[in-house]
């Protein structure tokens, strides 16, 4: 999700403000008389929207948030024009806007797929797989295509050339594989002759951090290229797929409404 964005969560933060502000004062000119002029009535009229306002700002903020994926860096989980679910209370309630976490609830399990924002540029959300959890040593080797986690390798089991949807022409030469990913069996990409974003790589995560890596391994930019996401950059985890609007294949994009991701 490498997409820069309208800001729409400070908008909202600051027009409910006002418009709560508003409606407070609406409140008063209709206590302090009965006849109410121009500017009481156009005060009343913008005040009556922060009800509505304030709802959404509170789901959007704590409960829930819709996201559109707009690169082939998570395939085959996710596809271009998926549209996600992200619950945004799975990792604690944050402020709007400011971001300080007020009530924890959890922390990212490794093999959860994550949003966050991008920690070089904070208009922009990334999603991405949790590989590395602090105080994890990662190695991964770009030329056997292998991911080691505190001296353990993780298991990969080739399928072979993918077959399913895909995005863009150049998607039909990957590599399909099963990874196992502690708890989380899951599916990854490679391409043959390709060595992704970094040289070899070996790095500790540090503490409140997280290492995190797209499943399409070889065309994604994330923690071997960037570094690591901080918690505090956490937006929630991505459950499950509402609906797909990309693929030329219609029906097969239907099919993927309802997906759990895992």
């Known amino acids: 999700m490498n997409e820069i964005h309208f800001d729409f969560e400070a908008f909202l933060t600051i027009a409910s403000l006002v418009t709560g502000l508003l409606w407070l004062l609406a409140m008063y000119f209709k206590k302090v008389s009965t006849s109410q002029s121009f500017l009481a009535k156009t005060v009343d009229e913008i005040g009556s929207f922060f009800p509505v306002l304030i709802f959404v700002l509170v789901v959007r903020t704590f409960v829930f948030e819709p996201f559109r994926i707009p690169s082939s860096s998570m395939m085959p989980t996710l596809l271009t024009g998926d549209f996600i679910y992200v619950n945004k209370f799975s990792y604690g309630l944050k402020l709007p806007v400011l971001h300080d976490t007020i009530i924890e609830v959890g ?145 097969e994009g239907l099919k993927r409404i309802g997906t759990k991701l895992i």
């Open 107 to 251: 922390h990212p399990k490794r093999g959860d797929i994550i949003v966050f924002r991008y920690p070089k540029d904070q208009s922009v959300d990334y999603i991405k797989r949790v590989v590395g959890l602090p105080g994890d040593k990662i190695h991964y080797d770009p030329y056997k295509k292998e991911l080691t986690i505190n001296g353990k390798l993780i298991g990969q089991e080739v399928v072979g050339l993918y077959k399913g949807l895909v995005d863009s022409p150049e998607n039909r030469e990957l590599i399909e594989k099963n990874e196992q990913l502690g708890t989380v069996n899951h599916k990854i990409f490679t391409w043959n002759h390709h060595y992704g974003p970094t040289d070899f790589l070996d790095v500790v995560v540090p503490e409140g951090h997280y290492f995190a890596m797209g499943d399409n391994r070889d065309n994604s930019a994330d923690s071997r290229e960037w570094g690591f996401v901080p918690e505090r950059n956490l937006v929630g985890r991505a459950v499950f797929i509402w609906m797909h609007w990309r693929t030329t294949d219609f029906f």
